[in-house]
C-alpha cells in the first residue's frame, strides 16, 4: 500500500516551453500533497504544498506563476513548469500525505530544460 | 532555521558493520519520525518510522532509537550490505502537518 507514482519519469524539452508533470495517489486518498526540487547530492527542498480542492501554498522564494500547481482530486496534484528555463532543469518529487501519519514519495521526475 | 539536525553528512562502512546515523530536533510539538531511504535517480522510500511513545523500533536489520529527553533519534543499520548504499533522510512531522527532513547521509558500504 502507499504507492505515489509520477509521469513523466523524464523529460526533455525546449527552453520557452510549458512541461506538466502528474502526481498520483494509486492505493490511498491523499488530503495533501506536496511538490519538492531536489539539486544533486542535497536534500529535498520543498517548494509547495497543496490540499484538494484549494489553492497551493508555495515555500518562500518559489514563484507561483512559474510552479502551477493543481490539486483536482484526493488522488491526483499536477505541476506546470510554465515557460521553463535550463535553469529549471533538475528532480522534482511529490510526496502525497494519507489522512493518517506518514508522507510516501513519488518516484520522481527529471526535467532537462535545453 | 533548520529543524532536524543529521549527521554524519557522509558515512563509510565495511560489509558487515553497523551504519549509525544520528538526528536532533528541537520542537516538542514533532511526534512522528519516519527515516527514507533514496537511491540516485530515485524518490525517497519510507524504510522505517518511530512515535515518541516508544523508545526503539526493529525492521529486520534495521533499527530506530529514540531519546525523548535528549531529543534525539538515530537510525542502525546491523549487518550494513553494499545494497545497502544509498543517501538516508530522517524527518519530523508534527500534528500541524509539517513536515521537516534532515540534510541527508551519504552512505556506502565497502565490500
Known amino acids: 500500500g502507499a504507492v505515489v507514482s509520477q509521469h513523466p519519469s523524464w523529460v526533455i524539452c525546449k527552453s520557452g516551453t510549458s512541461v506538466k508533470i502528474e502526481c498520483r495517489s494509486l492505493d490511498f486518498q491523499a488530503t495533501t500533497m506536496f511538490w519538492y526540487r531536489q539539486f544533486p547530492k542535497q536534500s529535498l527542498m520543498l517548494m509547495a504544498t497543496?490540499?484538494?480542492?484549494?489553492?497551493?501554498?508555495?515555500e518562500q522564494g518559489v514563484e507561483k506563476d512559474k510552479f502551477l500547481i493543481n490539486h483536482a482530486s484526493l488522488t491526483l496534484s499536477t505541476l506546470t513548469v510554465t515557460s521553463a528555463h535550463p535553469e529549471d532543469s533538475s528532480f522534482y518529487i511529490c510526496?502525497?500525505?494519507?489522512?493518517?501519519?506518514?508522507?510516501?514519495f513519488g518516484p520522481g521526475t527529471r526535467l532537462t530544460v535545453l | 532555521q533548520q529543524q532536524v539536525k543529521q549527521s554524519p553528512q557522509s558515512l563509510i562502512v565495511q560489509k558487515g558493520g553497523i551504519s549509525i546515523i544520528n538526528c536532533a530536533y528541537e520542537n516538542t510539538a514533532f511526534d512522528y519520525f519516519p527515516w527514507y531511504q533514496q537511491f540516485p535517480g530515485k524518490g525517497p522510500a519510507l524504510l522505517i518510522a518511530i512515535r515518541p511513545d516508544v523508545s526503539e523500533k526493529k525492521e529486520g536489520r534495521f533499527t530506530i532509537s529514540f531519546n525523548k529527553s535528549a531529543k534525539q533519534f538515530s537510525l542502525h543499520i546491523m549487518d550494513s550490505q553494499p545494497g545497502d548504499s544509498a543517501t538516508y533522510f530522517c524527518a519530523a512531522q508534527n500534528t500541524g502537518n509539517q513536515f521537516y527532513f534532515g540534510t541527508g547521509t551519504s552512505l556506502t558500504v565497502i565490500p
Open positions: 497543496s490540499n484538494e480542492g484549494s489553492k497551493a501554498t508555495y
Open positions: 510526496s502525497a500525505r494519507p489522512r493518517t501519519w506518514g508522507q510516501f
